[in-house]
Nanobody
Framework: QVQLVESGGGLVQPGGSLKLSCAAS?????????MAWYRQAPGKERELVAQ???????NYADSVKGRFTISRDNGKNTVFLQMNSLKPEDTAVYYC?????????WGQGTQVTVSS
């Protein structure tokens, strides 16, 4: 069983930056997991924001390309999401996801609010 704990959310002004972290525990094969960040805004469905494979390949939603960067530190069992040039429409609860074969795990989420 993998446990995922997100941190780094908060309130930021438009144009600002935040860096989210997701620490994984309970597995010795973190390096083999595909990791991803999703977000869910009020009244909307959860959507994929960014993902990184076990080999480091990345993929981004069109809405965040050029502004967000996903990365991972396998030595620390942690995945990051650097968010720059934040917009009010980025306001959501951000969730970390780990996937390996048929297994899927979710964190509890961290709130990101972009407002002046």
């Amino acid at each position: 069983q993998v446990q995922l704990v997100e941190s780094g959310g908060g309130l930021v002004q438009p144009g600002g930056s935040l860096k989210l972290s997701c620490a994984a525990s309970g597995s010795s094969i973190f390096r083999l997991y595909a990791m991803a960040w999703y977000r869910q805004a009020p009244g909307k469905e959860r959507e994929l924001v960014a993902q990184i494979t076990s080999r480091g390949s990345t993929n981004y939603a069109d809405s965040v390309k050029g502004r967000f960067t996903i990365s991972r530190d396998n030595g620390k069992n942690t995945v990051f999401l650097q968010m720059n040039s934040l917009k009010p429409e980025d306001t959501a609860v951000y969730y970390c996801n780990a996937a390996y074969r048929e297994y899927r795990y979710w964190g509890q989420g961290t709130q990101v609010t972009v407002s002046s």
